[in-house]
T-cell receptor, first 110, second 111 residues
Framework: QKEVEQNSGPLSVPEGAIASLNCTYS??????FFWYRQYSGKSPELIMS????GDKEDGRFTAQLNKASQYVSLLIRDSQPSDSATYLC??????????FGTGTSLTVIP | DTEVTQTPKHLVMGMTNKKSLKCEQH?????MYWYKQKAKKPPELMFV???????INESVPSRFSPECPNSSLLNLHLHALQPEDSALYLC??????????FGSGTQLSVL
């Protein structure tokens, strides 16, 4: 079983819609969770960190964490074409190791 | 300074060449990383330095040789690479056990 799993997509949403990206992880003791956005040919850019159960909002982005179910999600409201990218979920496990998911490709259709 | 600086941004090399990738950060982070990323794949961990000592080597071929001269610098020496080594090479740093800050990457092509 992989440490961090994501639906690879591609996920397509119309402009203005909500994009929902999901991630599950295997190490129940993990405490730190991140979402990175990566445009083609560019390096990953951190967009959200979340450490506690519940929701964390930053502008159009909301990260949701449920440690009991071992999943973390990212909602993008009012999706824009500029949000088209690959979104990488990342987790730091109890061994202090940093793991990426396989990434979800998002396309926002104008 | 909140940046991780990587040079060069692009590199083309032949299979007999020797080249080096460089990475620098001045955020006081004590962990530094090299990742390799192929198109449409997630970053793949190569090496981790913690407090200037190599702490993780993910079974990387010896044609890749990392070096950490001091707490701010990280190098990746390349020698006798193969075409399949062509990829985006990413440097990152972090406070211990925290999120990664990435450099802009080096797009490497091996001919």
């Amino acid at each position: 079983q992989k440490e961090v799993e994501q639906n690879s997509g591609p996920l397509s949403v119309p402009e203005g819609a909500i994009a929902s990206l999901n991630c599950t992880y295997s190490d129940r003791g993990s405490q730190s969770f991140f979402w990175y956005r990566q445009y083609s040919g560019k390096s990953p850019e951190l967009i959200m960190s979340i450490y506690s159960n519940g929701d964390k909002e930053d502008g159009r982005f909301t990260a949701q964490l449920n440690k009991a179910s071992q999943y973390v999600s990212l909602l993008i409201r009012d999706s824009q074409p500029s949000d088209s990218a690959t979104y990488l979920c990342a987790v730091i496990d109890t061994g202090n190791q940093f793991y990426f998911g396989t990434g979800t490709s998002l396309t926002v259709i104008p | 300074d909140t940046e991780v600086t990587q040079t060069p941004k692009h590199l083309v090399m032949g299979m007999t060449n020797k080249k080096s990738l460089k990475c620098e950060q001045h955020m006081g982070h004590r962990a530094m990383y090299w990742y390799k990323q192929k198109a449409k794949k997630p970053p793949e961990l190569m090496f981790v330095y913690s407090y200037e000592k190599l702490s993780i080597n993910e079974s990387v071929p010896s044609r890749f040789s990392p070096e950490c001269p001091n707490s701010s610098l990280l190098n990746l020496h390349l020698h006798a690479l193969q075409p399949e080594d062509s990829a985006l090479y990413l440097c990152a740093s972090s406070p211990e056990g925290e999120k990664l800050f990435f450099g802009s990457g080096t797009q490497l092509s091996v001919l």
